[in-house]
């Protein structure tokens, strides 16, 4: 029993250790970050390594504090564990993408629940997605184009196997020639252009309407994108907006008898954090003082 409250003591104070590291905290604001990972521990199967490091994630890329931090972190751990990505990367992806579009950290939760639907429905990961979102962050602003819509965008590219990167040039310049024009509404002046092209009489017709919009060498790609319905987002983006508790229903259905066991041992080591901190505050001698004590009542008897 000594040696197991030992054993938790170390275990809690590497994690403090973990989440002073990553975030700098100190004093007050320290206490109430380990307060809030020791309510997190209690609810997922995740070790204190994993989510200290989740918690400290979280607070540096995403500013949160308290009940917002305790439901972000919680949500980001369920992810990993359903979907099988690393948490660590997913939090920083989904926090620059965030940042990239504009929309503020309390709305992580329901932008996970659309990232879990558009990565389900293209079979792409969660991280790439989000990740795809800030490389091209700037183009996807410049139409004007809220997160979901961004999201479903690129997750349509990478189904069909296109390379968003050599895309993006060819929008770029169709961007320019719409602003050219005179034309305000980028992403109403694109979606006309795309029907044009769609609605053309013969495919060379359309396709020199790509070219024509895109330039001469993304215009096959976007005609090929074009036929393939790339750009035809509407059905996801309506799944992704009607996606609210999709991550927790999907954490709930894949626990397994393990993970629930995992969570019975993290709520039984969270209300012994105060034994574990004594033990470790006390050190070596809560193990040699049961020896003694041993040694002594046999020499007694």
Known sequence: AAGAAAKLGQEYQ???????????????QLEGLTQSFRDVWATVPQDA??????????????????????DVTGAFLDASRAMGE???????AVADAMIAMGVPALDTEKYLDALTVASQAVGVPMTTLAE???????????????????????ANMEAMGMDAGKMMPGLNTAIK???????????????????EIQNAGTHSEG???????FGAGAGLRFKDAIDKDVFAIDDLVAAMENSDGTLAQLSEETLTTADKFDIFKNRA???????????????????????LATGIAALAA
């Open 14 to 28: 590497e994690a403090t250790n973990t989440i002073a590291a990553g975030t700098g905290a100190t004093g007050e």
């Open 49 to 70: 390594a994993d989510v200290a490091s989740a918690i400290a994630d979280v607070n540096t890329e995403m500013g949160l504090t308290g009940k917002p931090l305790e």
């Open 86 to 92: 690393e948490a660590s990367p997913m939090i920083k």
């Open 132 to 154: 795809e979102v800030v490389k091209f962050g700037p183009q996807l602003n410049e139409l004007g184009l809220p997160l979901t819509d961004a999201t479903a965008l690129l």
């Open 177 to 195: 020639k719409l602003t050219d024009e005179g034309i305000t509404d980028i992403a109403g002046g694109l979606q006309d252009a795309i029907d």
């Open 207 to 213: 396709l020199g309407l790509a070219m024509d919009l």
């Open 269 to 291: 080591k969270e209300a012994l954090v105060p034994l574990g901190e004594f033990a470790n505050m006390v050190g070596p001698m809560i193990i040699v003082i049961p020896t």
